[in-house]
Protein backbone atom coordinates (compact mmCIF):
# COMPACT_ATOMS: atom_id res chain seq x y z
CA UNK A 1 0.00 0.00 0.00
CA UNK A 2 1.15 3.56 -0.70
CA UNK A 3 1.68 5.74 1.63
CA UNK A 4 3.19 10.04 1.63
CA UNK A 5 4.89 10.55 5.09
CA UNK A 6 4.82 14.31 6.57
CA UNK A 7 6.51 14.74 9.67
CA UNK A 8 6.16 11.44 11.33
CA UNK A 9 3.02 10.94 10.03
CA UNK A 10 2.42 8.68 7.40
CA UNK A 11 -1.06 9.84 5.57
CA UNK A 12 -2.74 6.62 3.62
CA UNK A 13 -5.61 7.96 1.02
CA UNK A 14 -8.74 6.07 1.70
CA UNK A 15 -11.83 6.57 0.08
CA UNK A 16 -14.23 6.90 3.05
CA UNK A 17 -14.17 7.01 7.00
CA UNK A 18 -14.90 3.44 7.13
CA UNK A 19 -12.67 1.97 4.66
CA UNK A 20 -10.42 -1.13 5.89
CA UNK A 21 -7.33 -1.70 6.19
CA UNK A 22 -5.67 -4.74 6.87
CA UNK A 23 -3.89 -4.92 10.12
CA UNK A 24 -0.45 -6.12 8.89
CA UNK A 25 -0.82 -3.05 6.30
CA UNK A 26 -0.86 -0.83 9.24
CA UNK A 27 2.11 -2.49 11.41
CA UNK A 28 4.57 -2.79 8.06
CA UNK A 29 3.97 1.16 7.55
CA UNK A 30 4.39 1.83 11.20
CA UNK A 31 8.07 -0.16 11.20
CA UNK A 32 9.02 2.50 9.38
CA UNK A 33 11.47 4.48 11.47
CA UNK A 34 10.05 7.83 10.70
CA UNK A 35 6.30 7.02 11.30
CA UNK A 36 4.59 7.06 14.81
CA UNK A 37 1.21 8.12 13.67
CA UNK A 38 -0.88 6.64 10.41
CA UNK A 39 -4.04 8.59 9.42
CA UNK A 40 -6.55 7.85 6.35
CA UNK A 41 -7.13 10.92 4.68
CA UNK A 42 -10.21 11.03 2.80
CA UNK A 43 -10.46 14.76 1.26
CA UNK A 44 -10.05 17.79 1.22
CA UNK A 45 -13.19 20.38 1.30
CA UNK A 46 -14.46 23.73 0.80
CA UNK A 47 -12.89 27.54 0.82
CA UNK A 48 -10.54 26.75 3.67
CA UNK A 49 -9.79 22.94 1.71
CA UNK A 50 -10.48 21.79 5.61
CA UNK A 51 -8.63 18.22 5.75
CA UNK A 52 -10.91 14.94 6.94
CA UNK A 53 -9.02 12.58 7.98
CA UNK A 54 -9.27 9.76 10.47
CA UNK A 55 -6.33 7.86 13.03
CA UNK A 56 -5.54 4.42 11.44
CA UNK A 57 -2.84 3.50 13.62
CA UNK A 58 0.11 5.20 16.47
CA UNK A 59 0.07 7.74 18.04
CA UNK A 60 -2.90 9.98 18.31
CA UNK A 61 -0.86 13.08 17.10
CA UNK A 62 -1.52 14.80 13.82
CA UNK A 63 0.38 18.40 14.40
CA UNK A 64 4.15 17.62 13.74
CA UNK A 65 7.10 19.35 11.78
CA UNK A 66 8.02 18.63 8.43
CA UNK A 67 11.25 19.37 6.95
CA UNK A 68 11.78 19.76 3.29
CA UNK A 69 14.37 22.38 0.79
CA UNK A 70 15.92 22.56 4.55
CA UNK A 71 12.77 24.53 5.37
CA UNK A 72 10.20 23.76 8.21
CA UNK A 73 6.60 23.71 7.65
CA UNK A 74 4.92 23.31 11.47
CA UNK A 75 1.17 21.52 11.02
CA UNK A 76 -1.69 19.65 11.99
CA UNK A 77 -1.75 17.14 9.50
CA UNK A 78 -5.29 15.67 10.01
CA UNK A 79 -6.84 19.37 8.92
CA UNK A 80 -4.45 21.27 6.83
CA UNK A 81 -3.56 20.69 3.32
CA UNK A 82 0.05 19.49 2.20
CA UNK A 83 0.35 18.12 -0.72
CA UNK A 84 3.78 16.17 -1.20
CA UNK A 85 2.94 15.83 -4.86
CA UNK A 86 3.45 19.86 -5.36
CA UNK A 87 7.09 19.30 -4.30
CA UNK A 88 9.02 20.21 -7.17
CA UNK A 89 6.84 22.93 -7.75
CA UNK A 90 8.18 24.43 -4.14
CA UNK A 91 11.52 23.88 -5.72
CA UNK A 92 11.18 25.42 -8.81
CA UNK A 93 9.53 28.40 -7.02
CA UNK A 94 12.84 29.22 -5.35
CA UNK A 95 14.68 28.56 -8.78
CA UNK A 96 12.42 31.43 -10.68
CA UNK A 97 12.44 33.78 -8.59
CA UNK A 98 15.02 36.68 -8.31
CA UNK A 99 16.84 38.53 -5.33
CA UNK A 100 14.53 41.40 -4.63
CA UNK A 101 11.38 40.41 -5.69
CA UNK A 102 8.30 41.49 -3.76
CA UNK A 103 6.09 38.32 -3.65
CA UNK A 104 2.47 37.91 -2.87
CA UNK A 105 0.65 34.39 -1.62
CA UNK A 106 -2.62 34.83 -1.67
CA UNK A 107 -3.38 31.35 -0.41
CA UNK A 108 -0.82 30.42 1.91
CA UNK A 109 -1.73 27.70 3.93
CA UNK A 110 1.16 27.21 6.23
CA UNK A 111 3.54 28.93 3.65
CA UNK A 112 3.58 25.66 1.27
CA UNK A 113 4.48 27.11 -1.49
CA UNK A 114 5.96 30.24 -0.50
CA UNK A 115 8.24 29.42 2.73
CA UNK A 116 10.85 27.88 0.82
CA UNK A 117 11.29 30.74 -1.37
CA UNK A 118 11.45 32.87 1.62
CA UNK A 119 14.16 30.89 3.41
CA UNK A 120 16.25 30.55 0.09
CA UNK A 121 16.16 33.57 -1.56
CA UNK A 122 16.54 37.49 -0.48
CA UNK A 123 13.29 38.61 -1.05
CA UNK A 124 9.98 40.01 0.87
CA UNK A 125 7.09 37.41 0.97
CA UNK A 126 3.07 38.54 1.96
CA UNK A 127 1.36 35.40 2.68
CA UNK A 128 -2.71 35.46 2.92
CA UNK A 129 -4.09 32.97 4.60
CA UNK A 130 -8.18 33.28 5.63
CA UNK A 131 -8.48 30.07 8.14
CA UNK A 132 -7.76 31.16 11.43
CA UNK A 133 -6.34 27.76 12.53
CA UNK A 134 -4.18 27.43 9.34
CA UNK A 135 -3.26 31.02 10.06
CA UNK A 136 -1.93 30.16 13.33
CA UNK A 137 0.52 27.22 12.04
CA UNK A 138 1.78 29.84 8.98
CA UNK A 139 3.04 32.15 12.20
CA UNK A 140 4.15 29.09 13.76
CA UNK A 141 6.20 27.97 10.25
CA UNK A 142 7.71 31.88 10.24
CA UNK A 143 9.01 31.49 14.12
CA UNK A 144 10.52 27.50 13.40
CA UNK A 145 12.44 29.05 10.53
CA UNK A 146 13.36 32.34 11.91
CA UNK A 147 12.48 34.23 8.85
CA UNK A 148 12.28 38.12 9.07
CA UNK A 149 10.83 38.56 5.54
CA UNK A 150 7.82 36.63 5.70
CA UNK A 151 4.59 38.83 6.85
CA UNK A 152 1.69 36.87 7.66
CA UNK A 153 -1.85 38.18 6.98
CA UNK A 154 -5.02 36.88 8.73
CA UNK A 155 -7.10 37.61 5.99
CA UNK A 156 -9.30 36.95 2.60
CA UNK A 157 -6.63 38.07 -0.28
CA UNK A 158 -9.85 39.19 -2.25
CA UNK A 159 -10.08 41.83 0.35
CA UNK A 160 -6.59 41.76 2.18
CA UNK A 161 -4.03 41.83 -0.59
CA UNK A 162 -2.11 45.14 -0.98
CA UNK A 163 -2.00 47.11 -4.07
CA UNK A 164 0.51 47.68 -6.66
CA UNK A 165 3.05 45.87 -4.64
CA UNK A 166 3.66 42.81 -5.80
CA UNK A 167 6.23 41.55 -8.35
CA UNK A 168 5.10 37.98 -8.58
CA UNK A 169 1.83 36.43 -7.33
CA UNK A 170 1.17 33.12 -6.28
CA UNK A 171 -2.31 31.88 -6.65
CA UNK A 172 -2.44 28.10 -5.41
CA UNK A 173 -5.61 27.54 -5.09
CA UNK A 174 -8.35 25.82 -7.72
CA UNK A 175 -11.47 27.73 -6.95
CA UNK A 176 -9.67 31.20 -8.59
CA UNK A 177 -12.56 33.36 -9.41
CA UNK A 178 -12.53 36.87 -11.23
CA UNK A 179 -12.71 38.56 -7.40
CA UNK A 180 -9.58 36.70 -6.84
CA UNK A 181 -8.04 37.78 -10.56
CA UNK A 182 -8.82 41.09 -9.75
CA UNK A 183 -7.59 41.37 -6.38
CA UNK A 184 -4.24 39.99 -8.06
CA UNK A 185 -4.08 42.43 -10.90
CA UNK A 186 -4.68 45.64 -8.44
CA UNK A 187 -1.55 43.85 -6.48
CA UNK A 188 0.86 44.02 -8.97
CA UNK A 189 3.25 46.75 -9.59
CA UNK A 190 3.07 47.15 -12.94
CA UNK A 191 4.08 44.16 -15.20
CA UNK A 192 4.61 41.11 -13.11
CA UNK A 193 4.44 37.56 -13.01
CA UNK A 194 1.37 35.45 -11.78
CA UNK A 195 1.23 31.92 -10.93
CA UNK A 196 -2.11 30.38 -11.37
CA UNK A 197 -2.68 26.95 -10.52
CA UNK A 198 -6.06 25.38 -11.47
CA UNK A 199 -7.43 21.34 -12.25
CA UNK A 200 -7.95 20.85 -16.19
CA UNK A 201 -9.56 18.18 -17.79
CA UNK A 202 -6.69 15.85 -19.04
CA UNK A 203 -6.55 15.93 -22.76
CA UNK A 204 -8.68 19.53 -22.76
CA UNK A 205 -5.68 21.53 -20.88
CA UNK A 206 -4.90 24.38 -23.76
CA UNK A 207 -8.63 24.82 -24.56
CA UNK A 208 -9.47 25.77 -20.90
CA UNK A 209 -6.85 27.54 -20.04
CA UNK A 210 -7.14 29.68 -22.84
CA UNK A 211 -10.59 30.21 -22.05
CA UNK A 212 -9.53 31.54 -18.62
CA UNK A 213 -7.17 33.51 -19.56
CA UNK A 214 -9.76 35.59 -21.86
CA UNK A 215 -11.99 35.84 -18.81
CA UNK A 216 -8.94 37.09 -16.69
CA UNK A 217 -8.15 39.59 -19.36
CA UNK A 218 -10.67 42.27 -18.07
CA UNK A 219 -7.92 42.69 -15.61
CA UNK A 220 -4.89 41.91 -17.41
CA UNK A 221 -3.05 42.07 -20.33
CA UNK A 222 -1.03 38.45 -21.14
CA UNK A 223 2.12 39.79 -22.58
CA UNK A 224 3.74 35.81 -21.99
CA UNK A 225 2.35 32.60 -20.66
CA UNK A 226 3.45 28.76 -20.46
CA UNK A 227 1.91 26.44 -18.32
CA UNK A 228 3.50 23.08 -16.99
CA UNK A 229 1.34 19.79 -15.30
CA UNK A 230 2.13 19.65 -11.77
CA UNK A 231 1.05 16.44 -10.96
CA UNK A 232 -1.97 14.29 -11.94
CA UNK A 233 -5.13 14.81 -9.83
CA UNK A 234 -7.36 12.23 -10.62
CA UNK A 235 -8.36 9.78 -13.58
CA UNK A 236 -10.01 12.73 -15.16
CA UNK A 237 -8.18 16.06 -13.79
CA UNK A 238 -4.43 17.29 -14.21
CA UNK A 239 -3.50 19.40 -11.83
CA UNK A 240 -1.78 22.44 -13.92
CA UNK A 241 -0.15 26.14 -13.44
CA UNK A 242 -0.06 28.77 -15.28
CA UNK A 243 2.72 31.06 -15.15
CA UNK A 244 1.70 34.61 -16.75
CA UNK A 245 3.88 37.60 -17.47
CA UNK A 246 1.01 39.74 -17.00
CA UNK A 247 0.67 43.59 -17.24
CA UNK A 248 -2.43 45.24 -15.07
CA UNK A 249 -5.07 47.20 -16.91
CA UNK A 250 -6.79 47.94 -13.68
C1 LIG B 1 -5.56 24.22 -1.27
S1 LIG B 1 -4.75 25.17 0.00
C2 LIG B 1 -3.28 25.37 -0.91
C3 LIG B 1 -2.12 25.88 -0.16
C4 LIG B 1 -0.89 26.21 -1.02
N1 LIG B 1 -1.09 27.46 -1.74
C5 LIG B 1 -0.52 25.10 -1.98
O1 LIG B 1 -0.70 25.28 -3.19
O2 LIG B 1 -0.06 24.04 -1.53
C6 LIG B 1 -5.53 26.72 -0.13
C7 LIG B 1 -5.38 27.61 1.11
O3 LIG B 1 -5.92 28.89 0.79
C8 LIG B 1 -6.76 29.33 1.83
N2 LIG B 1 -7.74 30.25 1.22
C9 LIG B 1 -8.84 29.95 0.48
N3 LIG B 1 -9.47 31.07 0.07
C10 LIG B 1 -8.72 32.11 0.52
C11 LIG B 1 -8.83 33.55 0.41
N4 LIG B 1 -9.83 34.10 -0.27
N5 LIG B 1 -7.88 34.31 1.00
C12 LIG B 1 -6.84 33.75 1.67
N6 LIG B 1 -6.70 32.40 1.84
C13 LIG B 1 -7.62 31.60 1.27
C14 LIG B 1 -7.34 28.06 2.43
O4 LIG B 1 -7.75 28.26 3.77
C15 LIG B 1 -6.15 27.09 2.30
O5 LIG B 1 -5.32 27.12 3.44
Redo the contacts with the bound molecule.
Keep these: MRYAIIGHVAIVYVPSPDHKIPKEELERILKNPKVRTVIGRIG ?1 FG ?3 RVRSVLLAGEPKTVTVHKELSTYFVLDVAR ?4 PG ?1 HFERKRMIEVAEDGERIL ?5 VG ?2 SMPLAKHRRVEVIG ?4 GY ?1 YAFLRRTIEKNSLKNFLPIL ?4 ISSPESRADRI ?1 M ?3 GIDEK ?1 MYAAAKALRNRGIIHA ?1 RLVRKGREEEEIESRLKEWGKFINVLEYDRRIVKSFSPALNHVVVDIKARKII
Excluded at 80 to 83: G, P, Y
Excluded at 128 to 131: A, D, N, Q, T, V
Excluded at 155 to 158: H, I, L, T, V
Design positions: STKRITFSNDMFAANLIEICTGDSRLGFFHH
